[in-house]
T-cell receptor
Framework: DAKTTQPTSMDCAEGRAANLPCNHS???????VYWYRQIHSQGPQYIIH???NNETNEMASLIITEDRKSSTLILPHATLRDTAVYYC?????????????FGTGTSLTVIP | EAGVVQSPRYKIIEKKQPVAFWCNPI?????LYWYRQNLGQGPELLIR????????DSQLPKDRFSAERLKGVDSTLKIQPAELGDSAVYLC??????????FGSGTRLTVV
């Protein structure tokens, strides 16, 4: 699975959009981009995933560049409960080993 | 739906003592995973079960770690004897094939 690069930490004002970047310059054509988040003392929680088109669900939007070498997770109106570590993961789907390779993620702090 | 249930939530033991963690996956999920998460790092897979069969235990330290999934439902992960370096959060996850991948809240182990 391709390696990803994320900033170590970010701050965002409550009510504003949080834009979390991820670089995956070695991504292969059959690899999807997944985003998970982990709130303190909880397990990772699925947010969204996509292949090449932009995706939106009730939690967030995922913007993938045309060359697929980077992506941005957007939380449109950040709340204090969005404070968490956000993991960007690229992997083939379906995945033979069906495991996720987590990096160190981005620690997002939403400020009142 | 109860989600993936793990117990205990916290455990403190002295080194060289044994310890066991329990996981109840989501009903109907045939695949079960144990991950270990060290402080400040992302989770890393230890073992994956398909029903009652361990199909990937390549990252499980077999000298002191063992796991079982009798009847293909609940699972236990055991460490005997525990070492200081085993202090971590142990996460259980389950899925139905490639779908519904869900993590539990984890067991935080402290070895003193």
């Amino acid at each position: 699975d391709a390696k990803t690069t994320q900033p170590t930490s970010m701050d965002c004002a409550e009510g504003r959009a949080a834009n979390l970047p991820c670089n995956h310059s070695t991504i292969s054509g059959n690899e999807y981009v997944y985003w998970y988040r982990q709130i303190h003392s909880q397990g990772p929680q699925y947010i969204i995933h996509g292949l090449k088109n932009n995706e939106t669900n009730e939690m967030a939007s995922l913007i993938i560049t045309e060359d697929r070498k980077s992506s941005t997770l957007i939380l449109p109106h950040a709340t204090l409960r969005d404070t968490a570590v956000y993991y960007c993961i690229v992997r083939v789907a379906p995945n033979p080993g069906n495991q996720f390779y987590f990096g160190t993620g981005t620690s997002l702090t939403v400020i009142p | 739906e109860a989600g993936v249930v793990q117990s205990p939530r916290y455990k403190i033991i002295e080194k060289k003592q044994p310890v066991a963690f329990w996981c109840n996956p989501i009903s109907g999920h045939n695949t079960l995973y144990w991950y270990r998460q060290n402080l400040g790092q992302g989770p890393e897979l230890l073992i994956r079960y398909e029903n009652e069969e361990a199909v990937d235990d390549s990252q499980l330290p077999k000298d002191r770690f063992s796991a079982e999934r009798l009847k293909g439902v609940d699972s236990t992960l055991k460490i005997q004897p525990a070492e200081l370096g085993d202090s971590a959060v142990y996460l259980c996850a389950s899925s139905k094939g490639q779908d519904g991948y869900t993590f539990g809240s984890g067991t935080r182990l402290t070895v003193v």
